[in-house]
């Protein structure tokens, strides 16, 4: 079992819709990340959180530490959104990123 | 304050060559980390540095592969010798000191070997 897993891997959605992405962890952290990929490769950093909740825009990220487990979400989606978003936790025994697989994301119009 | 600064973008090589990757961390930032992503896989750490040190490389392949982060200039990954199992997408990330701050990426070199 992976210790950073997201739902679900791929998601189609139309222009406008509310979307949901989760992540679950098993191992104690000391923060997490969400981080977007878009195609060409970039990575940009979205949020880091440790707890309750944060807000940029149209993206929100929540983590619930007691059940270890992070959503993010994107409200009024809009193709620029297509992506692949990525979470990942810094452990808390040390400075090391671990990855989920990734969940890609297509918006149409 | 540019962001991190990765170069160059698209690096090609012909197998036995050397590949030089350089990151630029933001300013301020005195801790660097790389990354790779082979196609179709997820980000695989490699090293941490910080300025003059190697902090963690247990991510590096054995052989061919190092890693310095000088006490001026950017932080240089190099790959001797490269094979085709080489070509990946590597990522740098910076962060300021401290514990529990937040990275940020480069926008990656993405090295081809042919």
Partial sequence: ?????????????????????????????????????????????????????????????????????????????HPRDSAVYICAVTMDSNYQLIWGAGTKLIIKP | NAGVMQNPRHLVRR????????????KGHSHVYWYRQ????????????????????????KERFSAEFPKEGPSILRIQQVVRGDSAAYFCASSPPGDNTEAFFGQGTRLTVV
């Fill in chain 1, 1 to 77: 079992k992976n210790e950073v897993e997201q739902s679900p891997q791929n998601l189609t959605a139309q222009e406008g819709e509310f979307i949901t992405i989760n992540c679950s962890y098993s191992v104690g952290i000391s923060a997490l990340h969400w981080l977007q990929q878009h195609p060409g490769g970039g990575i940009v950093s979205l949020f880091m959180l440790s707890s309750g909740k944060k807000k940029h825009g149209r993206l929100i990220a929540t983590i619930n530490i007691q059940e270890k487990h992070s959503s993010l979400h994107i409200t009024a989606s």
């Fill in chain 2, 15 to 26: 197998r036995g060559q050397e590949a030089r990757l350089r990151c630029s961390p933001m």
């Fill in chain 2, 38 to 61: 082979l196609p179709e896989e997820g980000l695989k750490f490699m090293v941490y540095l910080q300025k003059e040190n190697i902090i963690d490389e247990s991510g590096m392949p």
